[in-house]
Antibody
Framework: QIQLVQSGPELKKPGETVKISCKAS????????MNWVKQAPGKGLKWMGW????????TYADDFKGRFAFSLETSASTAYLQINNLKNEDTATYFC?????????????WGQGTTLTVSS | DIQMTQSPSSLSASLGGKVTITCKAS??????IAWYQHKPGKGPRLLIH???TLQPGIPSRFSGSGSGRDYSFSISNLEPEDIATYYC????????FGGGTKLEIK
């Protein structure tokens, strides 16, 4: 069965870096794009961008350009979200979600979420 | 950017009853809307895509309709496991989620 399994909760200080993983199984990893979605505490869902898992090309939503980086380890069917120079407002749950190859379709499978807390 | 206005933000209904949630887009999204159910501690679950296409395994109690800028999502014969927050997502031009609707059972 198709699964996206994310890494565990993270507690970081402002200015540090975090790298969250999303391991896919049950399908051909490079046939589908991977999206990242943020949910701040008490807030709704916000699309951060996606990465083409075949070419490795990332696309970032406007609010997530600069400190955010998507990457892949294709041999391990794993996608990563790295956030540099962490700020308090990065405190949130981050989800990976499978999309279509072209980055245009709906998200059909989601990871369970990774909770990031940024606090001094 | 396309904005999605989802309403209501919360609602309460009785078991066996019916609820309807709406999403209004800031422009025509050509029926490219999906609906998700989200429970705490889990990833969202896809219920419907392309306005009204039910994902396999999703009960027919869930339904969607609409066109242009206006879309709706309904749940009939409410069951206790329907307690969740529901989101719409437009995927016509990049991606935008609605603000969410928290469903409670009376």
């Amino acid at each position: 069965q198709i699964q996206l399994v994310q890494s565990g909760p993270e507690l970081k200080k402002p200015g540090e870096t975090v790298k969250i993983s999303c391991k896919a199984s049950g399908y051909t990893f490079t046939n589908y794009g991977m999206n990242w979605v943020k949910q701040a505490p008490g807030k709704g869902l916000k699309w951060m961008g996606w990465i083409n898992t075949y070419t490795g090309e990332p696309t970032y939503a406007d609010d997530f350009k600069g400190r955010f980086a998507f990457s892949l380890e294709t041999s391990a069917s794993t996608a990563y979200l790295q956030i540099n120079n962490l700020k308090n407002e990065d405190t949130a749950t981050y989800f990976c979600a499978r999309g279509d190859y072209y980055g245009r379709g709906f998200f059909d499978y989601w990871g369970q979420g990774t909770t990031l807390t940024v606090s001094s | 950017d396309i904005q999605m206005t989802q309403s209501p933000s919360s609602l309460s209904a009785s078991l066996g009853g019916k609820v309807t949630i709406t999403c209004k887009a800031s422009q025509d999204i050509n029926k490219y809307i999906a609906w998700y159910q989200h429970k705490p501690g889990k990833g969202p679950r896809l219920l419907i895509h392309y306005t009204s296409t039910l994902q396999p395994g999703i009960p027919s109690r869930f339904s969607g309709s609409g066109s242009g800028r206006d879309y709706s999502f309904s749940i009939s014969n409410l069951e206790p496991e329907d307690i969740a927050t529901y989101y719409c997502l437009q995927y016509d031009n990049l991606y935008t989620f609605g603000g969410g609707t928290k469903l409670e059972i009376k």
